[in-house]
């Protein structure tokens, strides 16, 4: 069973870091591409980052050079660093893996950046 366990959320200031991790288990963590998606109050989910297995990443367009994402395949864990931290960032961050048909999904962590 797919299990994906987010941590690290909290209140930043503007201009604030904030790491996240998510906590793999239920398969092979190496094999599998990773993801963060998150989403703001009253909008949609949307696509943060993704690492792939050779460790390649891509990133929305509104956190590049911002954000960095990366993995530990020893540790099954996904993270997320999050510098430069603005009010709009706030939201629900889920972990996320796409395993053939079928994307599992974390319970997310919250982030509000707020002064």
């Known amino acids: 069973q797919v299990q994906l366990v987010e941590s690290g959320g909290g209140l930043v200031q503007p201009g604030g870091s904030l790491r996240l991790s998510c906590l793999a288990s239920?398969?092979?963590?190496?094999?599998?591409?990773m993801s963060w998606y998150r989403q703001p109050p009253g909008k949609e989910r949307e696509f943060v980052a993704r690492?792939?297995?050779?460790?390649?990443?891509m990133f929305a367009d509104s956190v590049k050079g911002r954000f960095t994402i990366s993995r530990a395949n020893a540790k099954n864990t996904v993270y997320l660093q999050m510098d430069s931290l603005k009010p709009e960032d706030t939201a629900v961050y889920l972990c996320?893996?796409?395993?053939?048909?079928?994307?599992?999904w974390g319970q997310g962590t919250q982030v509000t950046v707020s002064s």
């Open positions: 239920g398969f092979t963590f190496s094999n599998y591409a």
């Open positions: 996320s893996t796409l395993r053939g048909p079928i994307r599992s």
């Open positions: 690492i792939n297995t050779a460790g390649s990443t």
